[in-house]
């Protein structure tokens, strides 16, 4: 892989929208929310809390960035794992996720745009999506046959012919 050259790009989108967001930008993120879980509004050290993508990131398919602040919710541990709960009754939908990005207060939503502004985009349409994962193959080089006397001093070259020497079989 070729970092910044989307030709040469052999990374999935989703490894693509993950990597995207850097731990400095992740870090920014969780301050302009005032380092407090967006679900349950209690304040929590940086590491206790997780940046999650509402439409999954292993979905991504290079058309929509997920990394918008309208797709991501600060969450701490406890909440972000009930977002994934297996059960229905203790799983947090969608649309209910959605819900509290809507009651996201607006400076809080202008600075989390402005953390996202300088990010790598993941559907650049710059480059043709296309040309992306084309691999390109190395040039064949024939072989170069030299000439060389041999090592055992014997003074001739391999090229002159066989002789009768009987020790000779290498």
């Known amino acids: 892989m070729v970092p910044n050259n989307p030709f040469f790009d052999d990374r999935s989108d989703s490894e693509r929208t993950r990597q995207a967001l850097t731990p400095a930008k992740i870090k920014k993120i969780k301050e302009a929310t005032g380092n407090k879980c967006e679900m349950c509004r209690k ?11 509402i439409v999954p990131v292993h979905t991504a398919s290079g058309q929509k960035d997920l990394n918008t602040q309208s797709n991501l919710l600060v969450l701490c541990s406890i909440c972000h794992d009930n977002v994934h709960a297996v059960k ?8 209910r996720q959605k819900e509290f990005i809507k009651k996201r207060p607006e400076k809080v939503k202008k600075d989390i745009q402005d953390i996202l502004r300088n990010r790598q985009k993941i559907n650049d349409n710059s480059t043709n999506s296309q040309m992306r994962g084309v691999k390109i193959a190395s040039p064949n080089f024939d072989q170069i046959r030299i000439d060389t006397p041999d090592i055992f001093g014997s003074g001739r070259s391999k090229k002159k012919g066989k002789t009768k020497d009987p020790w000779d079989f290498f």
């Open 43 to 53: 304040k929590y050290p940086l590491h206790n809390l997780k940046v999650h993508h």
């Open 88 to 95: 229905p009754r203790n799983a947090i939908t969608k649309s």
